[in-house]
Antibody, heavy 120, light 107 residues
Framework: EVQLLESGGDLVQPGGSLRLSCAAS????????MSWVRQAPGKGLEWVSL????????YYADSVKGRFTISRDNSKNTLYLQMNSLRADDTAEYYC?????????????WGQGTLVTVSS | EIVMTQSPATLSVSPGERATLSCRAS??????LAWYQQKPGQAPRLLIY???TRATGIPARFSGSGSGTEFTLTISSLQSEDFAVYYC?????????FGQGTKVEIK
C-alpha cells in the first residue's frame, strides 16, 4: 500500500524558514518523480514544485521560485521542501504527491497534508 | 502560464442524475488533462488523466473527453459519495496548472 506522510508544518513568522518532509512507502520511491502541491484555506489547488526520480531535475511555480527548494533522499525514501522567505500568502496545506509516471505529470497518490501558517 | 477555467462553479444535481463538468484551457494542452475529486478534509484523488484514461480503481461512471482546449468530465449516475469538488489540471506545459474547481452539490 502506497503511503505518503508529511511532517514539518508549523506556525512561522513572515520572512522565516521551514522544512517539510514526506516519508514514502509502499512503492519504489527512487523510480518516480514527486511533487508538492498546496491549498490555501478555502481555496483551490496550486502546484508548487516537482523533482525527477534521480533528483537532478526540478521545476517550480513562479510564486515560489528562488524561495523554495525541493530535494529528495532516495536512500531514505523521503522528499523535502525547504521554504525560505515565507510570506503570508504561503499559508496553506502542503501535500506531497507521487507522480503517476509513464510521462504523465499527474499525481496518483497523495499524503494527508501538513499545515503551514505564516503569520506574526 | 496556461489558465484553466472550469464551469460551472457549482452544479446542483440529484442522486442518480448525470453530471457534466467543463474545463477550458487558455491554449492547447493536447490530451494532457487530468481530473481530481476532493472531499472536505481529504486529499485530492486522481480520477482521469490523459483526458480520458481512468486512474486505477475509478468506477466506470466517471468518464473524460476532449482535446486541445475543451474538456468534459461526465459522471453518468451520481452516487452519494460523488458529491465533492472537482478540479481539472493540465499536464502539458510548465507550470502545471489547475482550474478553480467545480462543486457538485446535492439538489
Amino acid at each position: 500500500e502506497v503511503q505518503l506522510l508529511e511532517s514539518g508544518g508549523d506556525l512561522v513568522q513572515p520572512g522565516g524558514s521551514l522544512r517539510l518532509s514526506c516519508a514514502a512507502s509502499g512503492f519504489t520511491f527512487s523510480s518516480y518523480a514527486m511533487s508538492w502541491v498546496r491549498q490555501a484555506p478555502g481555496k483551490g489547488l496550486e502546484w508548487v514544485s516537482l523533482i525527477y526520480s534521480g533528483g537532478s531535475t526540478t521545476y517550480y511555480a513562479d510564486s515560489v521560485k528562488g524561495r523554495f527548494t525541493i530535494s529528495r533522499d532516495n536512500s531514505k525514501n523521503t522528499l523535502y521542501l525547504q521554504m525560505n522567505s515565507l510570506r503570508a500568502d504561503d499559508t496553506a496545506e502542503y501535500y506531497c504527491a507521487k507522480v503517476t509516471g509513464s510521462g504523465y505529470y499527474t499525481w496518483d497518490y497523495w499524503g494527508q497534508g501538513t499545515l503551514v501558517t505564516v503569520s506574526s | 502560464e496556461i489558465v484553466m477555467t472550469q464551469s460551472p462553479a457549482t452544479l446542483s444535481v440529484s442522486p442518480g442524475e448525470r453530471a457534466t463538468l467543463s474545463c477550458r484551457a487558455s491554449q492547447s494542452v493536447s490530451s494532457n488533462l487530468a481530473w481530481y475529486q476532493q472531499k472536505p478534509g481529504q486529499a485530492p484523488r486522481l480520477l482521469i488523466y490523459g483526458a480520458s484514461t481512468r486512474a486505477t480503481g475509478i468506477p466506470a461512471r466517471f468518464s473524460g473527453s476532449g482535446s486541445g482546449t475543451e474538456f468534459t468530465l461526465t459522471i453518468s449516475s451520481l452516487q452519494s459519495e460523488d458529491f465533492a469538488v472537482y478540479y481539472c489540471q493540465q499536464h502539458n506545459n510548465w507550470p502545471l496548472t489547475f482550474g478553480q474547481g467545480t462543486k457538485v452539490e446535492i439538489k
